[in-house]
C-alpha cells in the first residue's frame, strides 16, 4: 500500500495487489476508543478495499479520543460541541480526498463508516458532502440535528447507498435513532439497507456478516 501523508492519524491496511478498480473503506471509532478498535475488522473486508482507520482528534484522557465532545443533560438530551463536530468533519472530508489522490480511488469508491460517533460522523459526512463518497456505513449511530440544515439537494443522493444497522437492546444509542436515520434517508434518492440485529451497543458475527454481504455487492465490478 502507498505510504499516506494525511492530516489525521491512522492504520492501513492494502487492497490485494492484483485489484484493478481498488475501492477505499474509512472506518470511525466511537467515543474513548482510538484507531485500534475497528482495525481488526479489517482483513475480514473484501479485498478490493483499502481500509483506513482513523483516530479522533480531541483527547479525552491517555488512549481515549473524540469527534466531539457531548453532555448529557437532565431529560437525556445531548448537547455536543458543535464547533468540534464541524471541524471533524472537515477534516475527515478533506483526509478521504488527500487518501483517495494518493491511492488513486476516486469518490465513487470511497465508503466511509463508523460504529456509535464514529458512525455519526460517516453519516453526516455522507449527508453533507455526497460528491465525495458512494456510500456510507453507520453502525449503532445517530442522525445529528445540528446536520439537517446542511443536507445536500435530493439529487446529489442518486447513485448513493447507505448502511444503517443496530443492536435491538442498544442501552447507549436506541434502537429509535436508527429508526429516525432510516426515516430521513427515505426521503433522499439514496439506496437504503441494514436491519435491527439482537444485541446491545456492540456489532455481533451476524450484523458484521450481514454489512460485509453489503459491502462486497455495492463493490462488486458489475456495480462499479
Not at 464541524?86 to 469518490?107: C, D, H
Not at 460517533?117 to 463518497?133: C, D, R, Y
Not at 445540528?146 to 444497522?165: C, D, N, T
Amino acid at each position: 500500500m502507498t505510504q499516506l501523508h494525511l492530516p489525521l492519524k491512522f492504520l492501513a491496511h492494502g487492497a490485494q495487489p492484483d485489484v484493478r478498480e481498488p475501492w477505499l473503506l474509512v472506518l470511525m471509532h466511537g467515543v474513548g476508543s482510538n484507531e485500534q478498535d475497528l482495525f481488526g475488522l479489517a482483513r475480514m473486508m473484501p479485498p478490493q478495499f483499502n481500509v483506513l482507520s482513523l483516530r479522533a482528534p480531541y483527547v479525552l484522557s491517555p488512549d481515549a479520543y473524540a469527534w466531539f465532545e457531548f453532555q448529557i443533560l437532565p431529560d437525556g438530551e445531548r448537547r455536543i460541541d458543535e464547533e468540534q463536530e464541524r471541524e471533524s468533519r472537515f477534516l475527515v472530508g478533506e483526509m478521504i480526498a488527500s487518501a483517495g489522490k494518493q491511492l488513486g480511488v476516486p469518490p465513487e469508491r470511497v465508503v466511509v463508516g463508523g460504529f456509535s460517533q464514529g458512525g455519526i460522523m460517516a453519516l453526516s459526512l455522507l449527508l453533507t458532502k455526497p460528491e465525495s463518497v458512494r456510500a456510507a456505513m453507520v453502525w449503532h449511530s445517530r442522525l445529528l440535528s445540528q446536520v439537517l440544515p446542511h443536507v445536500a439537494a435530493p439529487e446529489a443522493f442518486e447513485g448513493k447507498a447507505l448502511w444503517v444497522s443496530h443492536g435491538s437492546a442498544d442501552n447507549v444509542i436506541p434502537p429509535s435513532a436508527a429508526q429516525a436515520t432510516r426515516e430521513f434517508a427515505r426521503t433522499l434518492p439514496v439506496a437504503l439497507s441494514g436491519a435491527d440485529f439482537p444485541g446491545a451497543h456492540e456489532i455481533r458475527p451476524a450484523e458484521l456478516q450481514a454489512t460485509l454481504a453489503w459491502l462486497q455487492s455495492l463493490s462488486a465490478p458489475t456495480s462499479s
